[in-house]
C-alpha cells in the first residue's frame, strides 16, 4: 500500500479488547470506526473506561442516526435527536470524535418516507450535523452509507449545500458494479478530495463465508505476490472503489499483522479496469 491507504480499525463486531487497541498502535494503526449503537449502545463508554490512556492517540470516527427502539434498531433523521446524540458521544468518549459521520442517510426512503418528506428530513439532518461541528462536538462531519444507489438517488433529487468531509462506503470485491458506479458518483457529487474518500466492510462482514473459497484473486495483483485470499481481497477493497481509508472488523492481533503486511502489495490499474468492465458485462 502506498501513503494514504489507511487501515481503521471498525467495531462494528468487536468485543471492545483491550488488546486490540495496543496492537493496533504496536502496527501503527492510528484509526478508530464506531457507532453510538454498536456495543449494543455502550461502544463509545466502553472505549473511555478500557483504554482511556490511548484514545487520544488515535483519529476516532463514530455515527449517529441509530437509536434504541422497541424490539429492534430504530433510525432517525430528526434533527434534536441528532444533536443529542452528537452532544451524548463527546461526553461518553470524553472527547469530541475526529468525524462524526451520519449513518446510513437513506434508511428514510427505504422505510417508506414520501419524497417531500424525505428531502426535509434529509436536510434538516444534515443541518444538526453540521451545526455539532461548528459547536465543537466533531472535529469534522461526514455521511456512511450502505445503499449507494438509494443514496445517490436522493441527492439527485434533493441536492444538499452543505457538504460532508467524508463520505464511507462499502468496498471491495463483494461490491456489485452498479454499487461501484453509484460509489464514484456520490464521491464526485460530494466533491470529496481523495483523502475524503472512505471505505467499508470489505470482507462483506463474513470472511468464513464460501464465496472467498471460488475467489480467483491473482490476476488482479502484480505476478509472483504470494497472499492470502482475505489478504488480497483487503488491498483490492482501497481500488474498489478507490478509497483513502477501510474499516475493517479485527478481533484478531494477527489477522490485523496479515491486512498490515499487504501494505506492500501492488494493484496494476489496468486490472481494476478490466475486472469492473467484466463486472458491469456480467450484472447486465
Ligand atoms: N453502515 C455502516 O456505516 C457500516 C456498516 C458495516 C460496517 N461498517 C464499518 O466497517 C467496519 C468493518 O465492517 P464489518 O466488521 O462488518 O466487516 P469486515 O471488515 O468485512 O469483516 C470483519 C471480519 O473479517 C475478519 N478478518 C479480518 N482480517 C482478516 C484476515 N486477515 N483473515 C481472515 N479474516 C479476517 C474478522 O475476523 P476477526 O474479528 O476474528 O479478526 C472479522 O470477523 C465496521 O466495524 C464499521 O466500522 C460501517
Same mark, same amino acid.
Given at each position: ?5 489507511r487501515i481503521v480499525l471498525g467495531l462494528?463486531r468487536s468485543a471492545h479488547r483491550r488488546e486490540i487497541f495496543e496492537t493496533a498502535l504496536r502496527l501503527g494503526i492510528r484509526d478508530l470506526d464506531t ?12 472505549l473511555?473506561?478500557t483504554i482511556?490512556d490511548l484514545l487520544?492517540e488515535f483519529f476516532i *470516527?463514530? =455515527? ?7 424490539? $429492534? ?7 434534536? %435527536?441528532?444533536?443529542?446524540?452528537? $452532544? ?31 428531502? $426535509? ?16 462536538? @466533531? ?21 444538499? $449545500? ?8 462499502? @468496498? ?16 464526485? @457529487? ?6 475524503? %474518500? ?14 472467498? =473459497? ?16 482475505h489478504q488480497?481481497?483487503f488491498?483490492? *477493497?482501497?481500488?474498489?472503489? %478507490?478509497?483513502?481509508?477501510?474499516a475493517v472488523g479485527c478481533d484478531s492481533p494477527e489477522h490485523l499483522a496479515e491486512l498490515i503486511q499487504t501494505r ?21
Open positions: 500500500m502506498t501513503a494514504g491507504h462494528h457507532s453510538y449503537s454498536y456495543f449494543d449502545f455502550a461502544s463509545h463508554v466502553t473511555a473506561k482511556p487520544g *470516527s463514530t =455515527k449517529i442516526g441509530y437509536f434504541p427502539g422497541s424490539g $429492534e434498531l430504530e433510525h432517525s433523521l430528526d434533527p434534536k %435527536r441528532l444533536f443529542r446524540a452528537a $452532544e451524548r458521544t463527546a461526553t461518553d468518549l470524553a472527547r469530541p470524535p475526529a468525524l462524526l459521520m451520519l449513518h446510513n442517510p437513506e434508511r428514510g426512503i427505504i422505510l417508506g418516507d414520501s419524497r417531500e418528506h424525505y428531502r $426535509e428530513s434529509l436536510s434538516l439532518a444534515i443541518d444538526a450535523m453540521a451545526r455539532a461541528s461548528r459547536s465543537g462536538l @466533531c472535529g469534522a462531519w461526514g455521511i456512511s452509507t450502505w445503499l449507494h444507489r438509494s443514496f445517490l438517488a436522493a441527492l439527485e433529487s434533493t441536492p444538499i $449545500e452543505q457538504k460532508p468531509s467524508v463520505l464511507m462506503v462499502r @468496498c471491495g470485491l463483494k461490491v456489485s458494479a452498479a454499487d461501484l458506479d453509484a460509489a464514484d458518483d456520490l464521491f464526485a @457529487c460530494l466533491d470529496l478530495p481523495p483523502e475524503g %474518500r472512505w471505505g467499508m466492510s470489505p470482507f462483506g462482514g463474513a470472511p468464513r463465508h464460501t464465496f472467498w =473459497k471460488s475467489v480467483i484473486y491473482k490476476p488482479l495483483l502484480a505476478p509472483d505476490e504470494e497472499v492470502t485470499v488480497a481481497a488491498r483490492l *477493497s482501497f481500488e474498489l472503489p %478507490r478509497v483513502d481509508r477501510v506492500t502489495l501492488t494493484v496494476p490499474e489496468e486490472a481494476i479496469h478490466a475486472y469492473r468492465s467484466v463486472l458491469r458485462e456480467l450484472q447486465n
